[in-house]
């Protein structure tokens, strides 16, 4: 019975992430996108320079250098991307349903249904490769809590790498993992005292030239002190907002008017306190099991998350959750698996469902976003 629910999430994530290259010319591309493409044609091995002066890794350079070797059509690019994001995501949402029994797997696909995955699935830049970076790593860290493999840890370790080698506004998710392990499985861990170095040894290596010219590099500038100071507290807190309509102008303008989707929009406004929900729920869930793991190394996530964004006065722009997005969905899934089901699924996927086929059906009616 389990098999077939994980053979129907599969399939709905398949039907569901197919709709995102449709019209895949109707894209943004600004002078970030423009940018990384001639640094991965160039063979650079950084990436961006980010607002406040810090250099970031070289991962998405990489990764378009290798497309870049198959074609230098944009509108390719794009499909290839977002097949690329769509696969890594899908499989990581299948793993977690295979290892979570609390997850009512085709409720997995509602992911697949959120306006603001459509777009960063399909844009060519480089933050956004956080979020199927970290869902693989959240699966694969599931997985080894319901049955601890070395090569699962040595994933997610490897996928934390290339998580560092993005952004670093994945140091407080990466530092969450890490206390977890050690608090979690520390016995394991000393256990096999010699391949846990063997394998951070590797890992610093291959972040080491990285990590070396941010620490010499010019330091980040401070925020400035017009921003709001607590803003940055609770904004990690609302992360729901990713499987809403909530910000939606933040792509497509004020002037965004949703018509007849109206209701559907509002409706989908209830992702914010269903994340809460499902993270209150997470908390009565059986302590050995991988659901509640998962929702606490989140937890933990979200509190360092908050500490960094409060500290920095970061806030506002819908990318600052990308490194987050799976701990959301995991609470959203928990909280729909909870529901009757043919409530659940109207809920997760209708109202979701006519808010993205209006976004996509208005941005290629009106020639892009702003």
């Known amino acids: 019975m389990r098999s077939r629910g994980l053979g129907l999430l599969a399939v709905l994530l398949a039907a569901f992430g197919a709709v995102s290259l449709l019209w895949p010319g109707d894209v943004s591309f600004l002078g970030d996108e423009a940018e990384l493409l001639r640094l991965a044609s160039g063979g650079a091995g950084h990436g961006l320079a980010g607002r406040r002066g810090v250099m970031y890794g070289g991962f998405a350079v990489w990764v378009y250098r290798a497309l870049l070797a198959l074609t230098h059509d944009l509108t ?17 949402i299948v793993w977690l349903a295979a290892s979570c029994a609390s997850l009512y797997p085709p409720l997995g696909a509602c992911a697949f249904l959120s306006t603001y995955l459509w777009f960063y699935a399909r844009g060519l830049w480089d933050n956004t490769f956080l979020i199927p970076l970290s869902w693989l790593a959240v699966a694969a860290y599931a997985s080894f809590e319901k049955s601890p493999k070395p090569w699962k840890l040595a994933l997610a370790g490897a996928l934390g790498a290339a998580m560092l080698l993005t952004h670093l506004m994945c140091l407080p998710v990466l530092g969450a993992f890490a206390l977890h392990a050690a608090w979690r499985h520390g016995r394991w861990l000393k256990a096999r005292t010699a391949g846990v170095a063997g394998g951070l040894l590797v890992l610093a290596a291959v972040c080491a030239q990285y990590l070396a010219s941010v620490a010499s590099g010019p330091r980040p500038a401070p925020p400035p002190h017009a921003l709001s100071w607590w803003q940055g507290w609770v904004f990690p807190w609302l992360g729901g907002r990713v499987f809403s309509a909530w910000g939606l102008e933040y792509f497509f303008g004020g002037a965004w008017s949703w018509g007849k989707v109206q209701p559907a929009a509002w409706a989908t406004f209830a992702a914010v306190p269903l994340v809460w929900a499902g993270l209150a729920a997470s908390l009565r869930k059986p302590k050995d099991s991988p659901e509640f793991h998962v929702a606490l190394v989140g937890a933990i996530a979200l509190f360092f998350q908050s500490v960094l964004y409060g500290t920095m006065r970061l806030y506002g722009h819908p990318h600052y959750y990308d490194p987050l997005w799976p701990f959301y ?42």
């Open 76 to 92: 390719a690019l794009v499909v290839l991307r977002s097949v690329l994001f769509l696969s890594a995501t899908g499989a990581a």
């Open 329 to 370: 969905f995991h609470y959203l899934w928990l909280a729909l698996s909870a529901a009757p089901r043919a409530g659940a699924l109207a809920a997760g996927q209708l109202a979701p469902a006519a808010v993205l086929a209006a976004a996509i059906g208005g941005v290629h009616a009106f020639g892009g976003t702003r």
